[in-house]
């Protein structure tokens, strides 16, 4: 299931967005462009900057525990810990957390919430807003934002 970010950028104090948003491209690690299926664009091309770590983010976020066959600790563990009859929550949160500070060009976390509904089966991130490496500000433009649900 892929997940596509709608994000906004809030540059540091004292820089423009267009400075913002060029040492990003400067500070954060390139990668190769994959489709909303998560498969590789063909032709291929690179994406940069803040457009490289939601991509990254939803690699991560995708990965289930031991499907990485260079290391197999990466991962979430969705059969093991999220598609369970009683899911921890406060768990959940705590490998999404610990997945997206993993990502190349997140310094830190200033908000996360997750909230699962039973009735439809969905898991939603409530709030998220994390510090960028530089300085910049990554938040959800719409939120509740849909991780997972059995019905779609």
Request: proline share 7%.
């Given at each position: 299931?892929?997940?596509?970010?709608?994000?906004?950028?809030?540059?540091?104090?004292?820089?423009?967005?267009?400075?913002?948003?060029?040492?990003?491209?400067?500070?954060?690690?390139?990668?190769?462009?994959?489709?909303?299926?998560?498969?590789?664009?063909?032709?291929?091309?690179?994406?940069?900057?803040?457009?490289?770590?939601?991509?990254?983010?939803?690699?991560?976020?995708?990965?289930?525990?031991?499907?990485?066959?260079?290391?197999?600790?990466?991962?979430?563990?969705?059969?093991?810990?999220?598609?369970?009859?009683?899911?921890?929550?406060?768990?959940?949160?705590?490998l999404f957390?610990?997945?997206?500070?993993?990502?190349?060009?997140?310094a830190?976390?200033?908000?996360?919430?997750?909230?699962?509904?039973?009735?439809?089966?969905?898991?939603?991130?409530?709030?998220?807003?994390?510090?960028?490496?530089?300085?910049?500000?990554?938040?959800?433009?719409?939120?509740?934002?849909?991780?997972?649900?059995?019905?779609?």
């Open positions: 299931m892929p997940i596509q970010w709608s994000y906004i950028i809030t540059p540091p104090a004292g820089s423009t967005e267009t400075e913002a948003l060029t040492s990003l491209e400067v500070l954060v690690p390139s990668d190769l462009a994959v489709d909303a299926d998560g498969d590789l664009e063909l032709p291929p091309r690179l994406v940069k900057g803040a457009y490289a770590v939601t991509q990254s983010m939803n690699t991560a976020f995708q990965m289930m525990l031991g499907e990485w066959f260079l290391d197999t600790r990466e991962g979430i563990p969705y059969v093991e810990e999220v598609f369970v009859a009683a899911p921890d929550l406060r768990l959940i949160e705590a957390r610990r997945a997206i500070l993993r990502v190349p060009g997140i830190s976390l200033r908000a996360f919430a997750m909230s699962r509904d039973r009735s439809t089966r969905t898991l939603s991130i409530d709030d998220f807003e994390a510090v960028l490496v530089n300085g910049s500000t990554l938040r959800l433009a719409e939120t509740p934002y849909v991780v997972y649900t059995s019905n779609g």
